[in-house]
Every structure is written in structure tokens, then in C-alpha cells.
Nanobody
């Protein structure tokens, strides 16, 4: 069973940067995706970025060009570098691990708050 622990959230001014980390433990399947989702108050959870076990990445439209997802060599820690932050990036950010086996199986971290405000 996979467990995810996020860190790195906090308060930052508009235009600033933050880096989130997600440490994963447990056994991964051969093919999987690690990534980040976020949920702002009153809104649905949305994809921020994901990185596939093969290395390809995907980004939500609102963060392209500003956020970068990466992972360590072991593939068990995933990072989200967030630059040029905007107030609308304020949300709880959740680390996610998912794989497909007849259906989608998701594991979520506890979430970390990111607040962008002056």
C-alpha cells in the first residue's frame, strides 16, 4: 500500500515561488502516475501536474509555463516547483498516486495549504 506525505506549503506573495515535495512509501505498480491536484474553497479538485512512470508529464492549463513537476532518481519523491504564483493559485494541494487495473485506483496525501496573498 502506498502512502504519501506532502510538505512545503505556506504563504507567499504574488509573483513569488514555492516548492512542494511529496514523499511516497510502499510498493508501486509497474505503471503509475504521481502528481498534484488542488482544491480551492467552493471549487472542484483539479489536476495541477502529473508525471508518468515512463517520465512523461502533463499540466493543467492554468499552470503551464509557471509550474514544473519532477521526481528524484528513485521515483519515490515528486516535486512541484511553482513560480510566478498568483492569488488564484491559493488552494490545498494534494499529492496523488494512481494506476489502472480494470479501473482507476487512487491514493491521496493529506494535503498542504498554499496561500498566495500580499
Amino acid at each position: 500500500q502506498v502512502q504519501l506525505v506532502e510538505s512545503g506549503g505556506g504563504l507567499v506573495q504574488p509573483g513569488g515561488s514555492l516548492r512542494l515535495s511529496c514523499a511516497a512509501s510502499g510498493s508501486f505498480t509497474g505503471i503509475y502516475t504521481l502528481g498534484w491536484y488542488r482544491q480551492a474553497p467552493g471549487k472542484q479538485r483539479e489536476l495541477v501536474a502529473g508525471i508518468h512512470s515512463a517520465g512523461s508529464t502533463t499540466y493543467g492549463g492554468s499552470v503551464k509555463g509557471r509550474f514544473t513537476i519532477s521526481r528524484d532518481n528513485a521515483g519515490k519523491t515528486v516535486y512541484l516547483q511553482m513560480n510566478s504564483l498568483k492569488p488564484e493559485d491559493t488552494a490545498v494541494y494534494y499529492c496523488n498516486y494512481w494506476y489502472w487495473d480494470l479501473k482507476r485506483h487512487d491514493t491521496w496525501g493529506q494535503g498542504t495549504q498554499v496561500t498566495v496573498s500580499s
